[in-house]
């Protein structure tokens, strides 16, 4: 796409471009999505498919019903749809989906916040850390038992935990190739624990299940707890009345489900909503243009951070989506499309989409696709059914870059590599409509959507131009570009974030790590970003969920 060369002009010729093919383009993902993308795998069954198109179309009008504005939500019906959003973050749609029925059914406090009492639910995420990393080293050292035991002798002896701990270092890595240690603890005795564990022919799958056969050794561990009878560590560990449940044991989302339940539990005023919207809030439906859009856009970041404040910036958007506010999910499959259409200037078509997912979360990336996602619903709005024309183009366009997922009856994933297929579509829309705007409608449209920011690519610059800017001059005092983070720190803040999760149960990262996206991760570190929202990004993990 060829731009004028003022930022200006170039902003307004994407929003034209967007408001004059949005409808068009909209058509179409819905009808490949409908008649593409849930075509049965295998032998084709007419039957099947047609099955598949209804509960897809079914299933998109009842989530775009629960999607309409409710300023009058209660606090149960709030709680209901607010930890269902913690629980997507960093986890596959499908999964989740499953994961949050299964939580509802077995365990009480996702059923009805009201059971939270602060006292019986006391977790602390650093202790809970320190544990969990406890019996990874002690997992880790039982399974190089296992693996290694046909070397040892019957009675083990110190020879043989000396050989265990020289064999250690050969396997007591990740594939990032930096050394964790797992084990090493001067408290254990690890003569004595061999011992004890030499006999052992289960294979166990994960630290937990090994944890929890261990007897008197679990229990003791579990007495050094602050508060050994929480409920939260009782759901954390599956253990007692939560014996056998299906849930992912992330420290960092359990303090969110509390935090969110203690809030909830304690709010005295009638309206839950305004606590986030402030008084005399007003939600216009209709799409708004010049000074009112500009107005209304800088009120939806004020409510905005109030949200952030509970669920973090990504899930505080895909929260208030649900509830009605006009505004999309930017996650990674709504993300890439967009930058594949040429639609962002932070995002150039350009970029891979490996690029993209490096930095993806990025302030200005995420304000740009809601931005540009304002554009396309004003678009569409007159060819939606449904309240909100912003829910509806997320959910359409989502599902044309999401994996298979039986709940909506999609089972095949329609944007291919690089953007194919999104492109394909784009290309013959444009064919269609032909791909220049009239001036008068351009001249209608310009700064229909006013906005302050100036959108800056984030595409990485040539290695010329890099070399030649490191030789200018450095500007020093404020205003200073930061500093690029030293590699071996961003290694450590790696190495720290990797274990951290070590305390999942599953674990969100996969155990083995290639080379390429372990360089990815460390390189976005040291450019500033968050360990855990690198891992996310670049390792695939949030999911797209609707």
């Known amino acids: 796409m060829d731009f004028p060369a003022d930022h200006g002009q170039k902003n307004d010729f994407i929003n034209t471009q967007i408001f004059r093919q949005g409808p068009a383009l909209f058509e179409a993902v819905q009808q490949a999505v409908l008649e593409k993308a849930t075509v049965p795998q295998g032998r084709y069954d007419?039957?099947?498919?047609?099955?598949?198109?209804?509960?897809?179309?079914?299933?998109?009008?009842?989530?775009?019903?629960?999607?309409?504005?409710?300023?009058?939500i209660?606090?149960?019906?709030?709680?209901?749809?607010?930890?269902?959003?913690?629980?997507?973050?960093?986890?596959?749609?499908?999964?989740?989906?499953?994961?949050?029925?299964?939580?509802?059914?077995?365990?009480?406090l996702f059923a009805d916040f009201r059971v939270y009492e602060r006292e019986q639910y006391q977790f602390d995420k650093d202790e809970w850390n320190r544990f969990a990393r406890h019996w990874k080293r002690r997992f880790g050292?039982?399974?190089?038992?296992?693996?290694?035991?046909?070397?040892?002798?019957?009675?083990?002896?110190?020879v043989d935990v000396a050989l265990l701990a020289s064999l250690h270092g050969e396997t007591a890595k990740d594939d990032t190739g930096l050394a964790l240690a797992l084990w090493g603890s001067e408290s254990e005795d690890w003569l004595a624990l061999s011992r004890q564990w030499q006999a052992g022919g289960t294979a166990f799958t994960d630290w937990l299940s090994f944890a929890k056969a261990q007897g008197a050794l679990w229990e003791q561990s579990l007495a050094l707890f602050a508060h050994p009878r929480s409920l939260a560590l009782a759901i954390m560990?599956?253990?007692?009345?939560?014996?056998?449940?299906?849930?992912?044991?992330?420290?960092?989302?359990?303090?969110?489900?509390?935090?969110?339940?203690?809030?909830?539990?304690?709010?005295?005023?009638?309206?839950?909503?305004?606590?986030?919207?402030?008084?005399?809030?007003?939600?216009?439906?209709?799409?708004?243009?010049?000074?009112?859009?500009?107005?209304?856009?800088?009120?939806?970041?004020?409510?905005?951070?109030?949200?952030?404040?509970?669920?973090?910036?990504?899930?505080?958007?895909?929260?208030?989506?649900?509830?009605?506010?006009?505004?999309?999910?930017?996650?990674?499959?709504?993300?890439?499309?967009?930058?594949?259409?040429?639609?962002?200037?932070?995002?150039?078509?350009?970029?891979?989409?490996?690029?993209?997912?490096?930095?993806?979360?990025?302030?200005?990336?995420?304000?740009?696709?809601?931005?540009?996602?304002?554009?396309?619903?004003?678009?569409?709005?007159?060819?939606?059914?449904?309240?909100?024309?912003?829910?509806?183009l997320d959910i359409w366009f989502v599902k044309f870059g999401q994996e298979p997922e039986a709940r909506f009856g999609i089972t095949v994933k329609l944007e291919g590599k690089d953007g194919a297929g999104l492109k394909q579509i784009h290309e013959a829309v444009k064919e269609r409509l032909g791909a220049q705007s009239s001036a008068d409608e351009q001249e209608q449209l310009e700064r229909r959507w006013p906005t302050t920011a100036a959108w800056q690519s984030e595409a990485r610059k040539p290695?010329?131009?890099?070399?030649?800017?490191?030789?200018?001059?450095?500007?020093?005092?404020?205003?200073?570009?930061?500093?690029?983070?030293?590699?071996?720190?961003?290694?450590?803040?790696?190495?720290?974030?990797?274990?951290?999760?070590?305390?999942?149960?599953?674990?969100?990262?996969?155990?083995?790590?290639?080379?390429?996206?372990?360089?990815?991760?460390?390189?976005?570190?040291?450019r500033g970003m968050p360990g855990d929202a690198v891992f996310s990004r670049v390792l695939g993990l949030d999911g797209g969920s609707a």
């Open 141 to 158: 050292w039982y399974k190089l038992l296992r693996r290694h035991r046909a070397r040892l002798a019957a009675d083990i002896g110190p």
């Open 74 to 108: 209660g606090a149960s019906a709030f709680w209901e749809l607010a930890w269902g959003r913690i629980t997507y973050q960093g986890t596959r749609a499908d999964k989740a989906s499953t994961e949050i029925e299964r939580m509802r059914e077995q365990i009480a």
């Open 46 to 72: 007419p039957i099947i498919h047609r099955s598949n198109q209804a509960r897809l179309l079914d299933t998109i009008a009842r989530v775009c019903a629960d999607g309409a504005w409710r300023p009058d």
């Open 463 to 526: 290695r010329a131009e890099k070399a030649a800017r490191s030789t200018a001059p450095r500007k020093t005092g404020a205003g200073a570009p930061q500093a690029r983070m030293d590699r071996a720190q961003a290694e450590k803040i790696f190495v720290t974030t990797w274990r951290a999760d070590l305390d999942a149960d599953p674990r969100r990262y996969p155990s083995r790590i290639d080379n390429a996206s372990k360089e990815a991760i460390i390189r976005s570190i040291q």
């Open 237 to 392: 560990t599956k253990s007692g009345a939560y014996e056998g449940i299906s849930f992912s044991a992330h420290a960092e989302k359990m303090v969110k489900y509390l935090a969110l339940a203690d809030f909830l539990k304690h709010f005295e005023g009638d309206n839950v909503l305004e606590h986030y919207t402030g008084p005399g809030y007003t939600h216009l439906p209709e799409h708004l243009a010049g000074e009112r859009y500009r107005i209304e856009h800088e009120k939806f970041w004020e409510v905005h951070a109030r949200f952030e404040q509970h669920f973090g910036a990504i899930t505080a958007l895909h929260l208030m989506m649900d509830l009605g506010f006009k505004t999309v999910k930017p996650d990674r499959v709504i993300t890439y499309l967009f930058s594949q259409l040429g639609w962002l200037m932070s995002l150039p078509a350009e970029m891979s989409q490996k690029q993209v997912l490096e930095i993806y979360t990025k302030p200005q990336v995420v304000r740009e696709v809601l931005y540009r996602a304002d554009v396309l619903a004003a678009a569409v709005a007159a060819h939606a059914s449904v309240p909100s024309a912003h829910r509806l």
